[in-house]
């Protein structure tokens, strides 16, 4: 006997809305959690939460003590790059934590943190780390290689050697995207937002996914400094 209603509802839309149900993660549920606790060469291997990273630049420059995950940024003009591609959302709320094991001489090292990342680009945390001022993170958007500044927050002290830091970074929405970022070092969040904007441009209103990218400057000395990432954690926003 045929289906009355033409398949529309009935079964197929009960596994319609399970289907939904379950593409849709709840909101403060970890979609990505990582402490880095193994051991790893050539790349970071498999997050506790949130499956593999894999490396799309400089793969040699990864490796995982069993504390952190870690990026060698060797001199100048040298870059890195991993992305978690399990992660498809428009709603994120990430932390990074992370530190240098010495400060870049020059204008330093670019530390970014990629919130959302589509065909068309993307939206990035980009932390500055050098000898030539305080540190500093800038939002933005990338389209087509084009970055077009969204906010910037500049940390009030200068860096030491070791110093943990932390990013927090809020992406939220597809018609809008309303940002929010903050900057610190220390164990104590700040409660208010070093930036805070709505993106209304629509050109990154897809799901996408997360990840890590560095970068030394021109003017950065010829030693290499370790990044060391000692957690990061996205939960949906």
Same mark, same amino acid.
């Given at each position: 006997q045929a289906d009355d209603n033409?398949?529309?509802d009935g079964a197929g839309k009960d596994k319609k809305d399970k289907k939904?149900?379950?593409d849709k993660a709840e909101e403060g549920s970890a979609?990505?959690?990582?402490?880095f606790e193994r051991s790893v060469n050539g790349g970071w291997g498999k997050a506790n939460t949130g499956g593999s990273w894999k490396t799309s630049w400089n793969a040699a420059a990864f490796s995982v003590d069993g504390t952190s995950g870690r990026i060698a940024m060797a001199g100048p003009r040298s870059s890195a790059a991993i992305v978690s591609e399990e992660i498809k959302s428009t709603s994120t709320d990430a932390v990074v934590d992370f530190s240098l094991d010495s400060v870049p001489s020059g204008n330093g090292a670019f530390i970014s943190y990629a919130a959302r990342t589509t065909k068309a680009g993307q939206y990035q945390a980009t932390v500055r780390i050098g000898s030539a001022g305080n540190p500093v993170v800038t939002v933005s958007r990338v389209v087509k290689g084009r970055e077009t500044? !969204?906010?910037?927050y500049v940390l009030p002290q200068a860096y030491t050697a070791g110093q943990p830091l932390h990013l927090r970074m809020v992406v939220d929405g597809a018609e809008s995207t309303s940002i929010q970022a903050k900057f610190w070092a220390g164990d104590t969040?700040?409660?208010e937002w070093g930036i805070e904007t709505v993106d209304n441009d629509k050109t990154l209103n897809g799901a996408g996914t997360v990840g890590l990218t560095t970068y030394m400057s021109s003017s950065a000395g010829p030693e290499t400094v370790t !990044?060391?990432?000692d957690k990061?954690?996205?939960k949906q926003h």
């Open positions: 033409g398949g529309k939904d149900k379950k979609l990505l959690d990582d402490s500044a !969204l906010g910037t969040e700040p409660a !990044l060391s990432v990061v954690t996205v």
